[in-house]
C-alpha cells in the first residue's frame, strides 16, 4: 500500500496549565477528565500513530482501531450508542490521508475522505497502549468491608421514595456495604413492592411472579417455610446468575427469636485468604455442583454445570459469592486429594462464617426494610416460635447496577467511559 | 482415633448376571441405572472404603464424603432434595463402625449409631475415584449442527398446547437444533404469549415486562427497531447473562424483505475452529466489553465487564456465543499484538458467518413462530420496507433446561443423578 502523506503538527496547548501533569486519574477524575492534553502527536509506523501525552508517556492507536472507534454520528448512533459502521468494510491495513490536531481533539480524515474527530479526553481514557486510566468508573462503589459491628444509618422510607437523593443514598449503601436498611415503610405488602420498584423491576422465578409473601405453613416444602434456624447463605447457587439483590419485610411477628443474621461474604473471604491462602484458592478453582429439585416440574442447575463458592473475573478481583451447602449436589468430579482439599477449606471458610465477630444480628422489626446484595453478603436467621408473616423480593443484578450507574453518570460520562 | 472393628463382607450376588459388565454406560444407561453390582466392599484404609465393580475396576469413597452424603430422610430432604445433616458436625476423620452390603447397596453404620444407606446405582453413577459414567444426563439433547440446508419439521401449534408429546418434541428441537418453527399459532399477541408461557415464564428485561410487540419505530433506542438489515448477531451480549431463547411472530407484514436469519453459532465455531486453531483460541479468551445505554436512564454492562465470544465451560465445552458487534464497547484493554490478533479472528468469524452456506433464511409468515436459542444460533434480519408488525419474547435459560430436563427425568431420575 502506498504511505500516505502524513500531517503531523504539534498540539496546541488549549487546556488550563494548572491541571497536574502527571496526575492518575482515579474514577471521579475520568469521568471529569483528565484535561489530559498530548504534546506531539503524528504516524508512528504504517498502522500506528501516536501521541505523546508528555515527555515520559505516550499512546500509539492502531489507525484500524481508530477508524472502527471513529464516534461520529455516521459511524456511532448517538442516542442508542451502537456502532452503525461496519467493521468488516474497513480495509485492515487502513492508513489515514492526515492527522490534525486542534483544541478539540485529534482529526483524522481517512482516504474515502470520512472524517474521524476523538475528544484528548476520549483518547486518554480509551489509551490501551499503554492503558493511563486506574479505575473504571462503571464498577461502582468500592466495597467497604465490615463486620457485627457494623453501624449503618438507615435510609428513609420517605426519602427514597420521593428523592433523587434518597434513592441515589440508598443505591450508594447497597454498592458500598451490601446491605442496606430502610425504616418507616407501611406495613404492607404493597408498600414493599412499592420499594422494591423504585429500584427496578423485580426478577421472577420458579418461586414468584413478582413479591412473595409467606408464614411458617411448609406450603413449599422448604426449610426456607419452616421456623428453623438458617445458617448464614447465599440463595440461588443453582442458577446460572443468581438473583443480584434481596430484600425482607417482616411484616407482622408475635413470637420470639426470628433475628435475621448478615455476614460481609467479601470480608470473611478476605479473611480466609490471610488465614491460608491455599484454602481460599481451593475455594476459588472447586467447582460445587447445585440444584434446586424440590417441586415436582422443577430441575434447575446452572450452566456450566458448577461454579466455585469464590468467583473472581478475569482481572483477579472477587465478584461473587456462590455459597448454599444444603443446596449441593453429590460431588462426583473431584480427585482424592481435591475433595480433601475442598472439604478442609470449607470447614476453615465455616468457621469464619460462623465466627460471631462476623455476625450482624437484626430483629428487622416491622417497617424496616432491609435489601442486601445476593453476592456478597450472606444470610440466614435463628430459629423462631410463634406468629411470622414476612415478604420479600429478588431484584435483578444488571438492573440494579445499572440504576445505580445511571444516577452517577451523566450522558457526557456515557459517551467518555463506554 | 481408635481404629474401629470393620466388618468386611463379600457381595451377594442379587442382580442378573446377563448385565455386561464392562459396559460404559451412556446417559440413558445412567437413568435407567447402569445395574452395576461390585464384588466385594470393604474398608481401604483410615480414610476410605473400597468397592471393587469387577476384576478391573475399584472405586474409593472417603468415609467423610459417605457421611456428608447420606440420602436418608434425617440427613437429605426426600421431597426439597437438600441436604439437611449439618456438614461440619461430622467429624472430619470419622470412620465407619460397620460396613455391610445388601441386595439394595451398602449398608453403614456410624459411631453414633446412624445408619446409611448406599444404592449400588447411585454409588456407580457418583463414583469420583475413578470416574465411572461417561456422560452428564442432567446436560440435555447433544447439538446437532446445522447449516442453509437445514429441513426441520415444523411443530404444531395444537400438539405444543395440548400435549405432553408436543410439548416434548419442541423442546427437543430447541436443544438439538438451537431452533424450532411452530405452525398454526393465531395471528394474536396472546396466543403467542400463551405459547411462550406453555414452556415457561416470560423474562423481564427493560426493553419490557412480558412479550413485546413493535412495528419500526425506533421506540427503543435501538436499531432493531428500525427498517435496517441487521447482521447474525446475538442478542444481550450486554447482560451478565444474556437471555436463554428468543421468540419472535410476524404477525402483520404488507411490504418487501424483512425475512429472517438464523446461523448455527456452533456450526460457526466448528468452522472457524477448522480454520484456524489460533483465531478460535483468539475469540474464546478475548474479553469483549459491551454496552446498552441507548435509554436515558440505562446503562448495562456485564459483570464481569467483559466475556469472551465463545464461552467454554470449565470441561472445555462450547455452551455460549456472545456476539453483537454494534454493542462492543471501546476496546481499551488489550495489547497491540492482542489487538490485531482479536481482529484478525474476527474478521475470520464474520467471513464464515456471512458464508450463504451457513444461512438459513425464513420469510416467517404471520401463523408461522420461531423460537430459537440465543446462547447458539445468530440470529439476523433483511432491510423491509412497509408495514411490518412482530411480537416476542425473552425467556429465561435456566428455566427452559429445567422444563427440559423434567419432561425428560423422572422424580427416581433426579434421585440418581443429583
New interface residues.
Given amino acids: 500500500m502506498i504511505r500516505r502523506h502524513i500531517q503531523q503538527l504539534f498540539i496546541k496547548r488549549s487546556f488550563s496549565v494548572s491541571v497536574p501533569r502527571f496526575h492518575k486519574p482515579n474514577a471521579k477524575k475520568q469521568l471529569q477528565g483528565t484535561g489530559a492534553v498530548p504534546q506531539r502527536a503524528g504516524i508512528a509506523n504504517d ?2 500513530i501516536y501521541l505523546d501525552w508528555n515527555a515520559r508517556k505516550t499512546s ?1 492507536f ?1 489507525n ?2 481508530l477508524r ?2 471513529c464516534r461520529c454520528e455516521q459511524c456511532y ?1 448517538p ?6 459502521i ?3 468494510t474497513i480495509p ?1 491495513d487502513i492508513q489515514p490521508v492526515s492527522v490534525e490536531s486542534t483544541e478539540a481533539g485529534l482529526q483524522v480524515i481517512w482516504p474515502d475522505g470520512h472524517q474521524s474527530s476523538y475528544a484528548w479526553d476520549w483518547l486518554h ?5 499503554p ?1 493511563l ?1 486506574t479505575s ?1 468508573p ?2 461502582g462503589k468500592r466495597p467497604h468491608l465490615w463486620r457485627s459491628d457494623l453501624k449503618l444509618d438507615p435510609v428513609h422510607h420517605e426519602a427514597v421514595m420521593n428523592t433523587d437523593e434518597g434513592l441515589r443514598q440508598w443505591l450508594d449503601q447497597i454498592e458500598t456495604y451490601g446491605i442496606s436498611f430502610v425504616e418507616g415503610v407501611p406495613l404492607t405488602v404493597e408498600a414493599t413492592e412499592a420499594l422494591a420498584r423504585r429500584l427496578c ?1 423485580i ?2 422465578t ?1 418461586y414468584s ?1 413478582g413479591i412473595w409473601s409467606f408464614t411458617a405453613d411448609l406450603a413449599h ?3 426456607a417455610y419452616t421456623t428453623l434456624a438458617l ?1 448464614a447463605h447465599t440463595d440461588n447457587t ?4 443468581p438473583a443480584g439483590l434481596q430484600m425482607f419485610h417482616k411484616l407482622e411477628f408475635k413470637g420470639k427469636g426470628g433475628d435475621s443474621l448478615f455476614v460481609d461474604g467479601f470480608n470473611v473471604a478476605k479473611q480466609l485468604k490471610e488465614k491460608s491462602a491455599s484454602a481460599y484458592r481451593t475455594l476459588s478453582s472447586t ?1 460445587i455442583p447445585t ?1 434446586s ?2 417441586d ?11 461454579y466455585p463458592i469464590l468467583n473472581h ?3 483477579g478481583a472477587l ?2 459469592i456462590r455459597y448454599n ?12 486429594a481435591q ?2 482439599d475442598f ?2 477449606a ?2 476453615m471458610w ?1 468457621e469464619l462464617l460462623t465466627s460471631s465477630k462476623n455476625e450482624l444480628w437484626d430483629s428487622l422489626s416491622p417497617g424496616r426494610v432491609v435489601i442486601f446484595d445476593n453476592w456478597r453478603v450472606l444470610h440466614g436467621r435463628s430459629a423462631f416460635t410463634g406468629h411470622r408473616r414476612i415478604c420479600g423480593a429478588y431484584l435483578p ?3 440494579f ?3 445505580a ?2 444516577l452517577r ?1 451523566s ?1 457526557l460520562d ?1 459517551d467518555r467511559v ?1
Same sequence: chains 1, 2.
Fill in positions: 498502522r500506528q500509539v492502531h484500524f482501531w472502527d472507534h448512533h442516542v442508542t450508542r451502537q456502532r452503525l461496519d467493521t468488516f485492515r481514557t480509551h489509551s490501551y497502549s492503558i486510566r473504571e462503571l464498577e423491576f426478577r421472577q420458579h411472579e416444602a422448604d426449610t445458617g443453582y442458577f446460572t446468575e467447582l440444584h429439585a424440590g415436582e416440574n422443577v430441575l434447575i442447575v446452572p450452566t456450566p454445570r458448577a473475573g478475569p482481572g465478584y461473587q451447602n444444603d443446596d449441593r449436589s453429590t460431588l462426583n468430579h473431584l480427585s482424592s475433595l480433601e472439604y478442609d470449607l470447614f465455616h443484578w444488571d438492573d447496577k445499572s440504576r450507574r445511571s453518570l450522558s456515557k463506554l
